[in-house]
T-cell receptor
Framework: EAGVTQFPSHSVIEKGQTVTLRCDPI?????LYWYRRVMGKEIKFLLH????????ESGMPNNRFLAERTGGTYSTLKVQPAELEDSGVYFC??????????????FGPGTRLLVL | AQSVTQLDSQVPVFEEAPVELRCNYS??????LFWYVQYPNQGLQLLLK??????LVKSINGFEAEFNKSQTSFHLRKPSVHISDTAEYFC??????????FGGGTRVLVKP
């Protein structure tokens, strides 16, 4: 069974440009999460999808970030326009059933974003 | 809201020596507790978790953690480390709503 995959693995862009990160969860997982780790800080929650609906987007830093999950399968996270402080590692995770808090979240390898 | 503190950012340790990674949390509600590990150039992997029942939980590769409710701690231990245990370890808690709250991570460097 394939794990959570993320694309690209690395991205280097200039301030003001747009970047789109993609996450493919484990097949059949209803829950999809985005997290971010800024250098030197802890991993922080961004948002949570249940199928195609946003269940919790309390961690999204501002309106330059837009997440979508069309059809309840893969998800994209767009940053437009990117700022220097957006640099970090963006992790995606998925889990199977909503409502079961003890469901293990399976993480992807992350996308390393560097904004110059 | 929940918060997690990992008291050590880096822990150097010699091969075959024991290691303890400390984790304390704060929460006004009951939480589930997790340790994740990130090996170099890989994603986060679940190492072990505490949901309920026995306060001592173990992983398949020799790690164990003990939930201490009175001290709000979930320290991770291994009696004898291997070179392959070199990684970054993250303590996390989960309350209602499914999102994980992480500590800052502890880098373990196992020296020969």
């Amino acid at each position: 069974e394939a794990g959570v995959t993320q694309f690209p693995s690395h991205s280097v862009i200039e301030k003001g440009q747009t970047v789109t990160l993609r996450c493919d969860p484990i097949s059949g997982h209803d829950n999809l999460y985005w997290y971010r780790r800024v250098m030197g800080k802890e991993i922080k929650f961004l948002l949570h999808f249940v199928k195609e609906s946003k269940q919790d987007e309390s961690g999204m830093p501002n309106n330059r970030f837009l997440a979508e999950r069309t059809g309840g399968t893969y998800s994209t996270l767009k940053v437009q326009p990117a700022e220097l402080e957006d640099s970090g590692v963006y992790f995606c995770a998925s889990s199977q059933d909503w409502g079961l808090a003890q469901e293990t979240q399976y993480f992807g390898p992350g996308t390393r974003l560097l904004v110059l | 809201a929940q918060s997690v503190t990992q008291l050590d950012s880096q822990v150097p340790v010699f091969e075959e020596a024991p290691v303890e990674l400390r984790c304390n949390y704060s929460s006004s509600v009951s939480v589930y507790l997790f340790w994740y590990v990130q090996y170099p150039n890989q994603g986060l992997q679940l190492l072990l978790k505490y949901l309920s029942g026995s306060t001592l939980v173990k992983s398949i590769n020799g790690f164990e953690a003990e939930f201490n409710k009175s001290q709000t701690s979930f320290h991770l231990r291994k009696p004898s480390v291997h070179i392959s245990d070199t990684a970054e370890y993250f303590c996390a808690v989960q309350a209602a709503g499914n999102k994980l709250t992480f500590g800052g991570g502890t880098r373990v460097l196992v020296k020969p």
